[in-house]
């Protein structure tokens, strides 16, 4: 078994990243119980803080990058990179034609 951590955006288009973010964690073979609500920054916190922490265990992390870059996925790149974390970049659908909106 290989520990990850995903990265994918969540603020924002909050109804559609959390169905992303199920389909990403589906995607890990990790069915979740429920995602905190970024919404509450006590919560949005909390998820951060546990993403470092789990970070510290994980073998590599993994970027979903079809809707885009959060400053947040950004925050998590930079912290895998500086504890020597492999990063693994992936998309569930198809990479848009160069050139495509």
């Not at 919404?39 to 979903?64: H, M, Q, S």
Request: net charge neutral; hydrophobic share 40%.
């Amino acid at each position: 078994m290989i520990l990850v951590l995903l990265e994918s955006p969540y603020a924002g288009y909050v109804e559609r990243n959390l169905a992303y973010a199920r389909a990403c964690m589906r995607d890990c073979n990790f069915t979740p119980a429920g995602v905190l609500d970024d919404d509450l920054p006590d919560e949005r916190e909390l998820g951060i803080r546990a993403g470092f922490a789990w970070g510290r265990k994980a073998e590599r992390t993994v970027v979903y990058l079809d809707h885009g870059m959060s400053r947040g996925m950004e925050a998590g790149i930079q912290v895998a990179k500086m504890e020597g974390r492999p990063i693994e970049h992936r998309r569930l659908y198809p990479a848009p034609a160069h050139g495509a909106p």
